[in-house]
């Protein structure tokens, strides 16, 4: 009788063992099975393009990312929120949005796409509802480098070349700066005053990122933007440019935007 009751015991504890580890298997599962940002797509500004993210590029991809770096056509806000979306909507899964100067008003409109969880403003600008880029551009007095010209008789503005290094990439080289005031990207003038409809930092997580340094956006401009959005700020040394000149600090910030959202 003590042999069957002792077996009875061992076979409830054997039981209660399997369930236990049948739970700590599927708790594993569940948590290997949480969806990871793993997809990073890049909006450049004006008078640049995505080719100036190689730096930030090669860092992520390193780290297992999946990057994509949209080509703006720079002709108005749907123009260039149509392309992002073109190509966010191509990614597997959750995205993280990035955007330099001009792209910053892009992925603030072409964030409220349902796959982007997440925003990263880079020297960029961050309008509200209704608001216009220029308006935000005139907030505050420009630097005296500053270079951006008005719109020609076409409508198009360019970059002074006089004034592009110092202006737009301090912290590149000569030759550098030359070669990008040569392939630079003219923008439409109409881009700076068409309206953002509706904000997706509002309803998503975002960051932003202060060149300390830049001359084409006054920081403080940035500063602004960034505390009545409510972001989170981190504050770089460097240029108008500085995904180009401090890649890994943007790219380390991107990195916890990816990690940080789920």
Known sequence: MKSTNRFSQLKRTFLAATLIVASLSTTNVAAQA????????????????????KGVFDILTKQGYNVSVVQN??????D???????????????VILVGHSWGGTVI????????VVGLVYIAAFAPGDGETTSQWASSLPAAPENGILPPDEKGVIYYDKAKFHAG???D??????????????????????????????KTK???GIVATEDKSINPDIERNMYKRANFKVTEVKGSHTIFISQPAKVAAVI????TSTK
């Not at 056509?73 to 749907?78: D, G, H, I």
């Open 34 to 53: 949480a969806p990871k940002v793993k997809n990073i797509v890049i909006v450049h500004g004006a008078f640049a393009d995505g080719s100036g993210f």
């Open 205 to 207: 997580p975002s960051y």
């Open 255 to 258: 990195v916890t935007a990816a």
């Open 168 to 170: 737009f990439a301090a």
């Open 108 to 115: 603030t409109q072409a964030g409220n796409n349902p796959k």
């Open 172 to 201: 590149s080289s000569k030759e550098l700066a030359a070669f990008m005031y040569a392939s630079q990207g003219p923008i439409f003038g109409r881009c700076f005053s068409d309206k953002v409809t509706t904000a997706a930092w």
């Open 73 to 78: 056509p720079l002709t108005s806000l749907q």
């Open 80 to 94: 260039d929120v149509d392309t992002a979306n073109r190509i966010i909507d191509k990614q597997d899964g959750p």
